[in-house]
């Protein structure tokens, strides 16, 4: 049992260029999540998804895109990145229901825009 | 105004210390709370849920104020590897459930 696994683990990009982040669980979590960590501020949400095939905006998704193909993958894109965008960026996932609220993390992926 | 803060710190204590952070939330209907750890360059992981009643694991205790709308952890008799930074973390019913991060307090505990 992985847990929550981000792919990869460190990247650096120059201005423009596009990536794609991916984050896989193996815990049968409805609930998946994207979140940046800048110094000095909490977690910010980006986008989140309640099922399989369904993606919602978060508090900071401009410049972000997201897909939930299958339910144990979310995908987080880049189109064009910028140096605002670097930043440490966690997915975390969750059983549904108000009662089983603990997110589970993955190690997160430091990302450098030049 | 944010609707998660904590004292950034750092708090810096010996070893055996108490020490105590709080952290307030602006949403009287928030539900639920919690406090995670994270450790320098990892992720956050859940430290501890925080009831009502005020709850206790080991030497953590976790109380709830809903009237003056602020969470606290107490951490009794310090060790080295409690070293890290304390999220407070608040769930707010907005179209399903929305979390909010507080931005962290940071302790050192040191011998």
């Known amino acids: 049992n992985a847990g929550v696994t981000q792919t990869p683990k460190f990247r650096v990009l120059k201005t423009g260029q596009s990536m794609t982040l991916l984050c896989a669980q193996d815990?049968?979590?409805?609930?998946m999540y994207w979140y940046r960590q800048d110094p000095g501020m909490g977690l910010r949400l980006i986008h989140y998804?309640?099922?399989?095939?369904?993606?919602a905006k978060g508090e900071v998704p401009d410049g972000y895109n997201v897909s939930r193909l299958k339910k144990q993958n979310f995908l987080l894109g880049l189109e064009s990145a910028a140096p605002s965008q670097t930043s440490v960026y966690f997915c975390?996932?969750?059983?549904?229901?108000?009662?089983?609220?603990?997110?589970?993390f993955g190690p997160g992926t430091r990302l450098t825009v030049l | 105004r944010k609707e998660v803060e904590q004292d950034p710190g750092p708090f810096n204590v010996p070893e055996g210390a108490t020490v105590a952070f709080n952290c307030t939330y602006s949403?009287?209907?928030?539900?639920?709370f919690f406090w995670y750890r994270q450790d320098c360059r990892k992720e956050p992981k859940l430290l501890m849920s925080?009831?009502?009643s005020g709850n206790e694991d080991g030497r953590f205790t976790a109380q709830l104020n809903r009237a003056s709308q602020y969470i606290s952890l107490l951490i009794r008799d310090s060790k080295l590897s409690d070293s890290a930074t304390y999220l407070c973390?608040?769930?707010?019913?907005?179209?399903?459930?929305?979390?909010?991060f507080g931005a962290g307090t940071r302790l050192f505990v040191k011998a």
């Open positions: 975390a996932s969750r059983n549904a229901g108000p009662t089983n609220n603990e997110q589970f």
């Open positions: 815990m049968n979590h409805e609930y």
């Open positions: 998804s309640v099922g399989e095939g369904t993606t």
């Open positions: 949403n009287s209907a928030s539900q639920s």
């Open positions: 925080v009831y009502s």
């Open positions: 973390v608040v769930n707010m019913p907005a179209g399903g459930f929305k979390t909010i």
